[in-house]
T-cell receptor, first 116, second 114 residues
Framework: ETGVTQTPRHLVMGMTNKKSLKCEQH?????MYWYKQSAKKPLELMFV???????ENNSVPSRFSPECPNSSHLFLHLHTLQPEDSALYLC???????????????FGPGTRLTVL | QKEVEQNSGPLSVPEGAIASLNCTYS??????FFWYRQYSGKSPELIMS????GDKEDGRFTAQLNKASQYVSLLIRDSQPSDSATYLC??????????????FGTGTRLTVIP
């Protein structure tokens, strides 16, 4: 595996289900991100992890719960979602050092989530 | 509120022409600028990064940055139908905040007509 991988690629779930999205990066990066992409809207940053520590929670509802066990893996646990949460969820990683401006982020293929 | 503005398009150009994509940003302290290409149904792919005023060329792509005008652009020379995609502009706010997070525009949809 190379780059950033995400599973599953497609997910359909009911509002009462619990599911998890998985992201793995093979780039030796130390920072990982979750983004939400909805139609006609800019990419929305959800969570940032830097060296396994969460450094940003962008006012995301608690029905989204991230987990970062190490610098290579990132999960997004989903619980009691709403239909408006249907979107493309993208994981990204970067080599992010303190005060480093060269924060090139590389994206995984995304998970297309549909909430019924 | 950080804002990154792009014309949503669609921008249509004939094959072989130069496509010009523009982006403005609101945070005067922004330091780093990126262009991503996103094909329909796919994830964003980084194609250019620029950090200093002026031009940066990579193959058929040229990024132009003017910090005084808070303006960054992407030129695609000899446009090909395979360049048809949505192009996302992304900006990192001033590094003094320590956040170094990307802010994205909504993207410009480019269609290259054979």
């Amino acid at each position: 595996e190379t780059g950033v991988t995400q599973t599953p690629r497609h997910l359909v779930m009911g509002m009462t289900n619990k599911k998890s999205l998985k992201c793995e990066q093979h780039l030796g990066h130390n920072a990982m991100y979750w983004y939400k992409q909805s139609a006609k809207k800019p990419l929305e940053l959800m969570f940032v992890y830097n060296f396994k520590e969460q450094t940003e929670n962008n006012s995301v509802p608690s029905r989204f719960s991230p987990e970062c066990p190490n610098s290579s893996h990132l999960f997004l646990h989903l619980h009691t979602l709403q239909p408006e949460d249907s979107a493309l969820y993208l994981c990204a990683s970067s080599s992010r050092l303190a005060r480093e401006k060269y924060n090139e982020q590389f994206f995984g293929p995304g998970t297309r989530l549909t909430v019924l | 509120q950080k804002e990154v503005e792009q014309n949503s398009g669609p921008l249509s150009v004939p094959e072989g022409a130069i496509a010009s994509l523009n982006c403005t940003y609101s945070d005067r302290g922004s330091q780093s600028f990126f262009w991503y290409r996103q094909y329909s149904g796919k994830s964003p792919e980084l194609i250019m990064s620029i950090y200093s005023n002026g031009d940066k060329e990579d193959g058929r792509f040229t990024a132009q940055l003017n910090k005084a005008s808070q303006y960054v652009s992407l030129l695609i020379r000899d446009s090909q139908p395979s360049d048809s995609a949505t192009y996302l502009c992304a900006v990192i706010e001033g590094i003094q905040t320590g956040a170094n997070n990307l802010f994205f525009g909504t993207g410009t949809r480019l269609t290259v007509i054979p």
